[in-house]
């Protein structure tokens, strides 16, 4: 306990400091009292409070497991995460995302959770599929959701009535976007309609679904596909209409912070913002979510995390009894309450959409039964990386898309035919 | 530049230093004590065994994965010669290799004007002489992410103050460091900028080693400002633009910082601005490569070092030892 107050103290003061002290060897076989003491990694300082709840409920039920938090900024949290694995002072439990997930699971550094979740009867039905099925490889089971990400068209209410466009709703479709953006762009108030800025999470990977593509399917790269294209010129054309402001001005200054200074009408952003966007007066006065509008299919991204136990870990009885009771719905209503991220688990969403009555965030979990999983590979990063260096000019305006998006695919193919090797 | 900061070593060097003062300038040949050398082996260890420990066996370490395929969580198999043979063959070094040659010779650029900086400082009568040094001095000792960060600042497109300067002129706004064909510019321009002051402090030191008999003579036969700088100052400070050089080279071969601070990853001038240095941090770290990052680093060993002794060689056509 008295550890735990240190713990929470060294958090509030020095996040940083907090993880960077990993203190592998000293926790890692440290039996306070008999009691089994489990690490948890992590890298959002945001969720350290809402995570430390969970741990506390989970402790009043396990009265023989203990759990410390390690936290390790998102900058540096892979690389730590890799070294502390070789090292063998990897966490016993830790945050994965869709990403890095196939990495892992291929290379047999992860516990198998297929058998546990069976024996336990842990309610894995009650997460989106689309969220559960990233966190699967080969057929088995890796890791449990905690949180979802949907994206949804963010808007900003008093642009609309200067322009005097209607509010966007369910009923609109890529024309009625586009309208409306032409509609609002007001060069002499430096106000554009929407920002296409180059985010492959939030902007284009929802419209290439949208648009019928696909990114990823049985290895092969999906961007040559005529629509897929369709769903990249979706923003290039925005740019070329001069509705959006051109991507080598988003890198500069990014979309998100462009709506939030209410010099951009739309915006395509996470569900994850809302809290930021709360916190910003105007936005929480005037701003408003809907779902994405309609291209050829209806579709928004879904990502979240989960958490997976090292299969290196000493202690993974305790280790898989933290993960069962996070995948739960006490774990997930704490969670919730916090603000933070929306709980995957079924239902327990009300705290967070009660925690910011002016937006609908409703809108967020009704996308749900069309959200595509994030797409991932062995070595995502590889061809994430090569998204945005091969987009970046037609994202700027210069270059053909089309171009752009085959030479990505012929690319991209080469760096799934590596990962097979 | 990051020299072990131990406290042992820098006890050593002084140390070390005391009696050589004491004895001048012939101290150190005046016959083997072999006491003494021992003592002095034993205080340079510590820096000598952090050197080898932590640089020339990782570079041996180095050498050795670069012939394997490296597992993101330990583990390796030799595969030859294959992780050159893709380095060779992919365009983006290729392109790395050209960007990173560009940023050596914008480098050089440094030192011209830091001479020219240094003479201006070691005019006769100049007042707060240390205030400028120090003034000079401080980006050089002031973190790169700082540098970057306000730099980006400067450059912003939409509210950067160069922008709004160069409108005053009439010039429409232009997105520095986001545009394919300034962002290397720009970012070379910084380094420029926060290297002066490194190089300043070599060549005011090395100006100030130049004997005064021959500037007053060079004034008796009645030469100018001018004609001294280069007729003395000059060819007498030219070993340590030799030395200068070299660094210089070395370090912009070594570009990374600045990149990765300045240039986001969604920014579209990035494949135009990436250095060899921060396409090898992408492969060993971002995209679990390192055996072929290995050899990536292997490719920059030998570019640096055959530039090394190149200048080397040409030195011999300008270098004036007096």
């Known amino acids: ?321 933290f993960v069962d009771f996070m995948a739960r719905r006490p774990a997930a209503e704490i969670q919730a309450k916090g603000g933070v991220t929306i709980s995957s688990y079924e239902d327990t969403q009300d705290a967070w959409l009660k925690s910011m009555p002016e937006f609908d965030l409703r809108n967020f979990i009704d996308m749900l039964d069309y959200a595509v999983p994030y797409p991932s590979s062995r070595n995502t990063a590889v061809w994430e990386d090569l998204e945005y260096l091969l987009l970046g000019a037609p994202f700027s305006g210069k270059g053909n898309i089309e171009d752009a998006a085959r030479t990505l695919a012929k690319q991209m193919d080469r760096a799934l035919d590596e990962e097979d090797k | 530049m990051a020299v072990f900061p131990s406290t042992a070593a820098a006890e050593a060097e002084g140390r070390i230093r005391r009696p050589r003062t004491k004895a001048g300038p012939g101290g150190a040949t005046r016959g083997p004590n072999s006491r003494t050398q021992k003592a002095a082996y034993l205080f340079i260890a510590p820096i000598g065994l952090g050197f080898l420990l932590f640089y020339i066996w990782p570079m041996f370490q180095t050498f050795g994965y670069s012939f394997t395929s490296f597992g993101p969580f330990g583990g390796n198999s030799w595969i030859g010669g294959d992780n050159y043979a893709r380095v060779l063959q992919d365009v983006t070094v290729w392109r790395a290799v050209g960007n990173t040659l560009l940023y050596g010779a914008i480098g050089l650029v440094t030192l011209p004007l830091s001479i020219a900086v240094a003479a201006l400082l070691n005019r006769r009568g100049l007042r707060g002489v240390s205030v400028y040094r120090a003034l000079y001095f401080i980006p050089f000792v002031t973190l790169p992410v700082a540098v970057g960060l306000v730099w980006n600042w400067l450059y912003n497109g939409n509210f950067g103050l160069l922008n709004e300067v160069l409108s005053w002129f009439g010039m429409s706004r232009h997105y520095w460091v986001s545009d394919p064909s300034s962002a290397l510019w720009a970012i070379g321009l910084v380094s420029v900028w926060q290297s002066i002051g490194y190089y300043l402090i070599i060549f005011i030191a090395g100006i100030k080693g130049i004997p005064q008999d021959y500037y007053e003579a060079a004034e008796l036969d009645g030469a100018g400002p001018v004609r001294r700088f280069f007729t003395i100052t000059l060819p007498l400070l030219s070993p340590s633009i030799f030395f200068a050089a070299i660094i210089c080279v070395i370090n912009s071969l070594q570009m990374f910082d600045l990149i990765y601070v300045m240039m986001a990853p969604t920014n579209p001038a990035l494949g135009s601005t990436q250095s060899v240095v921060s396409l090898f941090y992408q492969w060993a770290f971002q995209q679990n490569n390192q055996g072929a990052a290995a050899a990536l680093a292997f490719v920059l060993m030998l570019l640096t070092a055959s530039l090394t002794y190149l200048q080397f060689r040409l030195q011999k056509r300008w270098v004036h030892y007096a």
């Open chain 1, 1 to 321: 306990m008295r550890r735990r107050t240190l713990l929470a103290g060294a958090l509030a003061a020095t996040p940083l400091a907090a993880g960077c002290s990993t203190g592998g060897e000293a926790s890692g076989t440290a039996e306070a009292g008999g009691r089994t003491t489990l690490t948890y990694g992590m890298w959002d300082v945001a969720q350290a409070p809402g995570m430390q709840q969970i741990i506390k409920a989970f402790e009043r039920e396990n009265p023989d497991v203990s759990v410390e938090i390690q936290l390790t900024p998102w900058n540096t949290y892979w690389t730590t995460l890799r070294t502390s694995m070789r090292g063998g002072t990897a966490p016993d439990v830790f945050w994965m995302n869709a990403v890095n997930i196939q990495l892992y699971a291929a290379n047999g550094v992860l516990e198998p959770l297929g058998e546990h979740i069976e024996r336990d009867r842990t309610p894995v039905g009650k997460h989106p599929k689309a969220l559960v099925d990233i966190y699967a490889y080969d057929g088995e089971q890796y890791g449990l959701p905690k949180d979802f990400d949907t994206i949804g068209l963010w808007y900003n209410k008093e642009l609309f009535d200067k322009a005097g466009v209607k509010y966007p709703d369910s009923s609109w479709t890529w024309d009625d976007l586009r309208d409306a953006a032409r509609e609002l762009t007001n060069p002499k108030a430096r106000v554009y309609g929407i920002t296409a800025e180059m985010d492959r999470q939030s902007k284009f990977y929802p419209t290439v679904f949208g648009a019928g593509g696909y990114v990823l399917r049985d290895g092969r790269s999906g961007f040559a596909d005529e629509r897929s294209i369709e769903g990249l010129r979706f923003w290039t054309d925005l740019v070329d209409r001069g509705w959006s402001p051109p991507q080598s001005a988003m890198a500069e200054v990014r979309s998100r912070n462009l709506y939030l200074s209410e010099q951009t009408a739309m915006n395509y952003d996470l569900s994850a913002m809302a809290s930021f966007m709360y916190g910003t007066p105007a936005i929480k006065d005037h701003g408003g979510v809907t779902v994405l509008p309609k291209g050829r299919e209806r579709a928004t991204v879904i990502h979240g995390l989960a958490n997976v136990i090292s299969a290196k870990s000493r202690k993974k009885k305790a280790a898989w009894k």
